[in-house]
């Protein structure tokens, strides 16, 4: 009797761990599919909004195409056209202000870890959905296509890419860099995990309401999570910053790329700056990049491989229901010897 309950308890036990073991296994597999459904969605509600309030917007778009000549983000070619009473020109006169003002206190409160979460503009009293600001948009990054939030909040950082406080509103413009950062996987949904893949000379494109900015990978840096200084706005320059945790699995420091304004694919149609710079800076850019990944990717780990992203991305996927497998094979065996031994 007491070999008998002996039995059922552990079949029950093997059971139950099996069914565990199951969910563990599909959990993964189920949210990465919440999380990525979730963020197209978003991606589609922000393209929706901002076509359906079309001609409003271009009502208020502002100049795509900066001249080097501009101190500040809020001069008059760079600003959006006159107010038409539907808030559009409010907002971006709101961004730029904020994009001005962080410039002018050299981003003071980024020693302030609680400013990243912050979101600088109440962009629900414009109606925006799921308030997103914008779509990021990176083709070497396995085609990545994420909403944009402003603040790094835990809400935030679940949902999509997020504006850190403290850092530029993603509407480009002189003097701004605006710090994008990302999960480098969430919930079994990819996110930044790719952010390796990124070379010079690779684009980024930022869609806010106004149109899509175009910007261009110019430097590749592992930096330490408490060095503000590296990811600061720099004088004269139209930035975004890629920002996630690195290495892989790990947080103890930061993957950073710094990409700069490129005007060959903006929505103006516009190949190059007034001066032809743009142009040389790109042909300059696709000829040394392979020798500059060069030196990044030497910097990076075993860990850091393609191999071994993919190993410990799905390990844990696998060694649960193995060990449980095992587990009602040892089982199986010794129910089997007992038998035997009853027999004899």
């Known amino acids: 009797m007491t070999n008998k309950f002996v039995r059922i308890l552990l079949y029950s036990l093997a059971g139950i761990m099996f069914v565990v073991g199951i969910c563990i296994f599909i959990y993964p ?3 990465a ?3 990525d459904n979730s963020s197209k969605l978003a991606v589609e509600n922000f393209m929706n909004f901002k076509e359906n309030h079309k001609e409003a917007l271009q009502s208020t778009e502002p100049s795509a195409q900066p001249t ?6 809020n001069s008059s070619s760079n600003a959006p056209k006159k107010n038409t009473g539907n808030g559009f020109a ?11 003002k962080i410039y002018k206190n050299k981003q003071s409160g980024l020693c302030d870890a609680w400013s990243y979460e912050q979101s600088a503009v109440d962009l629900s009293a414009y109606g925006l959905p799921d308030a997103a600001v914008g779509v990021l948009r990176v083709p070497a990054m396995n085609n990545l296509e994420m909403p944009i939030y402003l603040g790094a909040s835990y809400n935030n950082m679940s949902r999509g890419a997020v504006q850190l406080g403290e850092t ?5 413009g002189n003097n701004t860099n605006c710090v994008i950062a990302g999960h480098r996987g969430w919930n079994g949904a990819r996110y930044f995990v790719d952010i390796e893949q990124l070379t010079k000379g690779d684009p980024v494109y930022i869609e806010n309401l106004w149109g899509t900015l175009t910007y261009r990978v110019s430097e590749i840096k592992v930096i330490n999570p408490d060095d503000i200084d590296a990811v600061k706005i720099q004088k004269g320059k139209d930035m975004v910053t890629l920002i996630t945790c690195h290495p892989y ?3 103890s420091l ?3 790329v710094f990409c700069t304004r490129s005007y060959d694919k903006d929505n103006n149609g516009s190949k190059s700056n007034s001066d032809g710079t743009e142009s040389n800076t790109q042909s300059g850019t696709k000829a040394t990049a392979e020798n500059e ?10 860990f850091q491989s393609s191999k071994g992203r993919i190993i410990a991305e799905y390990a844990t996927y696998f060694i649960v229901p193995l060990l449980l497998a095992v587990l009602i094979i040892i089982l199986a065996v010794s129910s089997h010897r007992r038998k035997k031994r009853n027999k004899k």
């Open 68 to 73: 080097e000549q501009q101190t500040d983000i």
């Open 254 to 256: 930061r993957y950073a």
């Open 168 to 172: 530029s509103m993603p509407i480009g």
């Open 293 to 302: 990944t060069t030196a990044v990717s030497q910097e990076n780990n075993d």
């Open 29 to 31: 597999l189920i949210s």
């Open 90 to 100: 409010e907002l971006y006169a709101e961004m730029s202000k904020y994009n001005a």
């Open 33 to 35: 599919e919440v999380s």
């Open 249 to 251: 699995l790990d947080n």
